[in-house]
């Protein structure tokens, strides 16, 4: 954002290192030794899901290479375990590593993809919101507080149930991947605009942004190229708690049947279709992935928290 | 004040006609109910007829008229399913759900709220850090996983509780009841504590931090420096102020218990309005769905609507600042 001059000499890996190393944010990780399990975790988790065909022992997905001899066999360390299936098989002969770690990936980017469209959303009507006030503000505001008197996963769980019923039954494959993002980013919009809003009120009345509206520049402007640069630091806090929200909810989506196709299961659909096999005794189909999903929705949650309060100059 | 209440009530009446607009829209514009109601097979004039006396030729807002005046005498159509009326579906569900909410809604006040005055009077023991590690862990597992790790470990493993259905239940005529008999009793047991947990940690971190706000103020000082008992400052001064927002906040989190009823009941396969609404998504049962959303609404724009009234008779400062 900002140049320092008083750096003459030509930034080496190593100094900006030890700059970033050494600045408020990285000390404060570095105290808390949760956070730091936290962000490994966190990091294991998004390499895992970025380079999954690479990092899975097998492809989940490649019928040529799965056997059905092979299903139904428990975790490696069990009676009956094969070394090749470390955490056992499921009922198709698939390896439940692989289908996690592939499960992973569709849970995090549909994650990734929801928070990226509802910080769009949430960010535009809040700068709108703050910057024209009047009846516009008051507009956008009601429709906020009445969606925030309902819980988050019910408005998705809604929304996501009538795009699909206007779709019809039919309406499968990519469009369901569009139709669970669009629900989830619907439900979690208002906290970006809510927070953005009462920023943009603040930041408005500052002369940076008289400056620009002297000198004559149009208020969209002003809003996205002055204004929007000072309020990414709350957005960036509410974008990785929403992630924890909107990873969970996909699961939960999911589970319930009415998210993600179950061609490509993420992890909330691999926790439904092992559910079935809970009472047979093949416990690892479905708990695995469930450990899996709780393991990443607290790391992640774990990780906002840090950052809420590591950037929150209020909290001590 | 009575300019406050009636903005606050033609809210609720907003809200609940934009819910009866996206519900009756549902209703006329996806698919079409002739051929769900008669089969692909019956003749053009036959359908004609059928449309004609439905009233679907009319035009949009007496329709839309017509779907108020009938969701208000609680008539909501024939489902496509079931082909049976939606109404009596749901009074037949109904008591599952509230049920299950009570029980949950009493489990997660009368643990959630000693166990937050707990950790706030004894913030450093070391009782107090495990219970506030322990409630992390519960807002970040999702329910459904709750609910299935409950009953890995309680029915398939040691096959103490059962993992689905209602267990036996009493017809009472107009209610069914599962209190009234053992295994009713002992299938409320899981489902119950899936639901209450998530609103149980919630409402204990709200009491504690509350309360830990109200023990730093000063009135709580100077009842110290008067000498009064610790008990007597704890409980009848401090948690006496810890509870008005409180009260006003759990109310507006016993109303998602109903909703996160939805996905307890998927879980253990109980038989609510839960279950019925995500079996009508998977089975596109439109007026089953669109009754379900104005059933949801009107439930929390109620709650809404009495704990924003009931906040405003509470607090004074409310008053003063809506007056200027």
Excluded at chain 2, 31 to 36: A, E, K, L, V
């Amino acid at each position: 954002m900002c140049e320092l001059p008083v750096m003459a000499a030509p930034a080496t890996i190593q100094s900006v290192a030890r700059t970033a190393w050494n600045s408020d944010l990285a000390y404060s990780f570095r105290r808390s030794k949760v956070t730091v399990v936290a962000g490994v975790v966190t990091l294991v988790y998004l390499l895992a899901a970025l380079f999954a065909p690479w990092v899975a022992p097998h492809d989940p997905y490649d019928l040529a290479s799965v056997s059905i001899l092979d299903s139904f066999l428990p975790p490696a360390w069990l009676e009956g375990g094969d070394a090749r299936f470390l955490l056992g098989t499921d009922n198709v002969g698939r390896d439940v590593l692989s289908t996690i770690i592939h499960g992973s990936r569709i849970s995090l980017g549909v994650g990734f993809a929801s928070v990226f469209m509802a910080a769009t959303m949430g960010v535009t009507l809040g700068l709108i919101s703050g910057f024209v006030g009047g009846r516009v503000d008051a507009v956008i505001m009601r429709i906020a507080e009445v969606q925030l008197s309902f819980p988050d996963i019910l408005i998705a769980l809604l929304i996501d149930g009538i795009i699909r019923s206007m779709l019809g039954p039919g309406a499968h494959g990519n469009i369901a991947f569009f139709v669970v993002i669009l629900a989830i980013s619907l439900a979690y919009w208002v906290q970006f605009a809510r927070t953005v809003r009462a920023t943009t009120m603040v930041e408005k009345g500052k002369d940076y942004v008289n400056a620009a509206r002297v000198a004559g520049k149009s208020p969209t402007y002003i809003m996205f190229r002055h204004l929007l640069p000072n309020v990414m630091g709350p957005v960036l806090v509410i974008a990785t708690i929403s992630l924890a929200l909107a990873v969970v909810t996909e699961a939960t989506l999911s589970f319930l049947g009415v998210g993600v196709p179950p061609t490509q299961p993420s992890l909330g659909t691999l926790i439904r279709v092992g559910n079935d096999f809970l009472f047979s005794g093949e416990w690892w189909i479905t708990i695995f992935p469930g450990v899996a999903l709780a393991i990443m929705g607290l790391s992640v949650n774990l990780l906002g928290d840090w950052l809420r309060d590591a950037l929150n100059p209020k909290l001590r | 004040m009575i300019s406050f209440i009636l903005s606050r009530i033609s809210q609720s009446f907003l809200v609940m006609l934009g819910v009866a607009v996206i519900s009756f829209s549902l209703f006329t514009y996806v698919g079409d109910p002739i051929t769900n109601l008669v089969g692909i097979q019956s003749s053009d004039e036959h359908r004609e007829r059928l449309r004609e006396s439905l009233g679907l030729n009319d035009p949009v807002l007496v329709q839309f008229a017509r779907f108020v005046g009938r969701a208000v005498q609680l008539e909501f159509g024939i489902s496509y399913q079931q082909k049976r009326k939606v109404s009596s579906i749901i009074a037949e569900r109904l008591p599952a759900t509230l049920e299950l909410s009570f029980l949950s809604a009493m489990i997660a006040l009368w643990i959630g709220i000693p166990a937050g005055i707990f950790t706030a009077l004894y913030r450093d023991s070391w009782l107090s850090h495990m219970v506030l590690s322990l409630s992390l862990i519960g807002v970040s597992l999702p329910t459904f996983l709750i609910g299935i790790l409950l009953i890995f470990v309680f029915s398939v493993h040691l096959r103490w509780l059962p993992s689905f259905g209602r267990g036996e239940i009493v017809d009472l005529g107009f209610w069914t009841t599962g209190f009234l008999t053992a295994s009713g009793l002992k299938a409320l047991i899981l489902p119950s504590i899936t639901l209450a947990l998530f609103q149980m940690t919630l409402i204990m971190r709200m009491v504690r931090s509350e309360m830990l706000e109200v023990l730093r103020a000063d009135f709580i000082k100077f009842a110290h420096a008067r000498g009064l008992p610790d008990r007597v400052v704890h409980f009848s001064y401090a948690l006496m102020n810890t509870l008005i927002p409180v009260i006003t906040i759990t109310g507006l989190q016993l109303g998602s218990i109903i909703a996160f009823a939805i996905i307890t009941e998927t879980v253990f396969q109980w038989p609510g309005v839960g279950l019925m609404f995500i079996q009508a998504i998977s089975e596109v049962d439109i007026p089953v769905m669109s009754t379900y959303l104005l059933l949801i609404a009107s439930f929390f724009v109620i709650i809404n609507l009495v704990v924003d009234l009931l906040y405003y008779f509470v607090d004074p400062r409310l008053r003063v600042g809506r007056r200027t």
